[in-house]
């Protein structure tokens, strides 16, 4: 069993910052993979950005060059500093793993982006 929990959601204007964390537990955190997903009213929930057990990262075009997705495996934790924040980042963000087939997602958490 995986709990995800994250937090760091909030307000901010266009062009502003906000780091997005998730603390996982029930695991062996080193050992997944670990990604953010968002999910806009009225659309699809899209990928955006994974790190993998080694460290690498990978981002979806719409983020690249201004999110940046970390992990800190001492406190099973995985970050997403997320930089020149324009009003399409507005969603709600997820923290994603999977372990033996099963997908674990975490409960969100919203971001508004006011231009």
């Known amino acids: 069993q995986v709990q995800l929990v994250e937090s760091g959601g909030g307000l901010v204007q266009a062009g502003g910052s906000l780091r997005l964390s998730c603390a996982a537990s029930g695991s062996i955190f080193r050992n997944q993979l670990m990604a953010w997903y968002r999910q806009a009213p009225g659309k699809q929930r899209e990928w955006v950005a994974h790190i993998t057990t080694d460290g690498t990262t990978n981002y979806s075009d719409s983020v690249k060059g201004r999110f940046a997705i970390s992990r800190d495996n001492a406190k099973n934790t995985v970050h997403l500093q997320m930089n020149s924040l324009k009003p399409e980042d507005t969603a709600t963000y997820y923290c994603?793993?999977?372990?033996?087939?099963?997908?674990?997602w975490g409960q969100g958490t919203q971001v508004t982006v006011s231009s």
């Open positions: 994603y793993t999977f372990r033996f087939n099963i997908n674990y």
